[in-house]
Protein backbone atom coordinates (compact mmCIF):
# COMPACT_ATOMS: atom_id res chain seq x y z
CA UNK A 1 0.00 0.00 0.00
CA UNK A 2 1.33 3.14 -0.72
CA UNK A 3 0.70 5.44 2.01
CA UNK A 4 1.82 9.22 0.37
CA UNK A 5 0.58 8.54 -2.81
CA UNK A 6 -1.42 11.71 -4.36
CA UNK A 7 -3.23 11.86 -7.32
CA UNK A 8 -6.27 13.57 -8.90
CA UNK A 9 -9.20 13.00 -7.29
CA UNK A 10 -6.97 13.38 -3.38
CA UNK A 11 -8.99 16.25 -1.87
CA UNK A 12 -7.15 18.91 0.24
CA UNK A 13 -7.19 22.36 1.22
CA UNK A 14 -5.36 25.27 -0.67
CA UNK A 15 -4.03 27.84 1.01
CA UNK A 16 -3.98 31.37 -2.21
CA UNK A 17 -1.89 33.02 0.42
CA UNK A 18 0.63 30.33 0.59
CA UNK A 19 0.09 28.90 -2.99
CA UNK A 20 0.32 25.39 -0.94
CA UNK A 21 -2.42 22.97 -0.87
CA UNK A 22 -2.52 20.26 2.21
CA UNK A 23 -4.19 16.35 1.97
CA UNK A 24 -4.23 13.71 4.63
CA UNK A 25 -2.64 11.06 4.83
CA UNK A 26 -4.75 8.19 6.50
CA UNK A 27 -3.14 5.25 5.47
CA UNK A 28 -6.08 3.83 3.24
CA UNK A 29 -8.71 4.58 5.91
CA UNK A 30 -10.47 7.82 5.56
CA UNK A 31 -12.11 8.98 8.02
CA UNK A 32 -15.93 10.76 8.05
CA UNK A 33 -14.68 13.91 6.83
CA UNK A 34 -11.28 14.09 6.02
CA UNK A 35 -11.47 18.06 5.28
CA UNK A 36 -12.44 18.74 8.76
CA UNK A 37 -9.77 16.59 10.07
CA UNK A 38 -7.44 18.45 8.27
CA UNK A 39 -8.57 21.71 8.80
CA UNK A 40 -8.95 21.53 12.53
CA UNK A 41 -4.70 19.94 12.39
CA UNK A 42 -3.80 22.94 10.52
CA UNK A 43 -5.74 25.27 13.26
CA UNK A 44 -3.71 23.48 16.01
CA UNK A 45 -0.40 23.69 13.88
CA UNK A 46 -0.96 27.63 13.95
CA UNK A 47 -0.91 27.04 9.77
CA UNK A 48 -4.37 28.07 9.48
CA UNK A 49 -6.47 30.64 11.32
CA UNK A 50 -10.44 31.78 11.41
CA UNK A 51 -8.96 34.99 12.67
CA UNK A 52 -10.05 37.74 9.75
CA UNK A 53 -8.49 41.39 8.90
CA UNK A 54 -11.47 42.32 8.58
CA UNK A 55 -14.60 40.92 10.22
CA UNK A 56 -17.51 42.19 7.82
CA UNK A 57 -15.34 39.24 5.02
CA UNK A 58 -16.96 36.29 4.21
CA UNK A 59 -14.13 34.54 2.80
CA UNK A 60 -12.21 31.90 4.10
CA UNK A 61 -8.29 31.57 4.15
CA UNK A 62 -8.83 28.20 2.38
CA UNK A 63 -10.30 26.49 -0.53
CA UNK A 64 -11.41 23.31 0.03
CA UNK A 65 -10.39 21.71 -3.46
CA UNK A 66 -9.41 18.30 -5.39
CA UNK A 67 -5.45 18.13 -6.29
CA UNK A 68 -6.13 18.32 -10.15
CA UNK A 69 -7.64 21.41 -9.64
CA UNK A 70 -4.53 23.22 -8.50
CA UNK A 71 -1.82 20.62 -10.16
CA UNK A 72 -0.75 23.08 -12.79
CA UNK A 73 0.25 25.87 -10.73
CA UNK A 74 3.50 26.25 -9.03
CA UNK A 75 2.53 25.58 -5.67
CA UNK A 76 3.72 23.70 -2.41
CA UNK A 77 2.23 20.35 -1.54
CA UNK A 78 2.37 19.27 1.56
CA UNK A 79 1.05 16.24 3.05
CA UNK A 80 -0.32 16.01 6.78
CA UNK A 81 -0.01 12.46 8.29
CA UNK A 82 -3.54 11.72 10.33
CA UNK A 83 -1.41 9.58 13.27
CA UNK A 84 2.43 9.71 14.31
CA UNK A 85 2.55 6.03 13.41
CA UNK A 86 0.86 6.71 9.90
CA UNK A 87 3.72 9.08 9.06
CA UNK A 88 6.52 6.75 10.91
CA UNK A 89 5.22 4.11 7.90
CA UNK A 90 5.47 6.72 5.29
CA UNK A 91 8.30 7.48 6.01
CA UNK A 92 9.71 3.59 6.18
CA UNK A 93 8.47 3.11 2.81
CA UNK A 94 10.09 6.26 1.11
CA UNK A 95 12.98 4.91 2.62
CA UNK A 96 12.47 1.07 1.11
CA UNK A 97 11.67 2.50 -2.28
CA UNK A 98 14.66 4.78 -2.45
CA UNK A 99 17.13 1.64 -1.30
CA UNK A 100 15.32 -1.08 -3.39
CA UNK A 101 15.68 -1.69 -7.40
CA UNK A 102 13.45 -1.03 -9.56
CA UNK A 103 12.40 -4.54 -11.04
CA UNK A 104 14.25 -6.49 -7.78
CA UNK A 105 11.36 -6.85 -5.03
CA UNK A 106 13.69 -6.46 -2.84
CA UNK A 107 14.63 -10.47 -2.47
CA UNK A 108 17.94 -9.65 -3.81
Given amino acids: MDLTELNDETPGLYLSEEKTFYYIVTG ?6 P ?7 LMQRGVLSYVRENPNSSKL ?5 KYEE ?10 IYAT ?3 QKLAEEEAITQETVKPGTGGWG
Avoid: T
Fill in 28 to 33: GRMGIN
Fill in 70 to 79: VREREIQVHP
Fill in 84 to 86: PHI
Fill in 35 to 41: IDRLRNV
Fill in 61 to 65: PFRIC
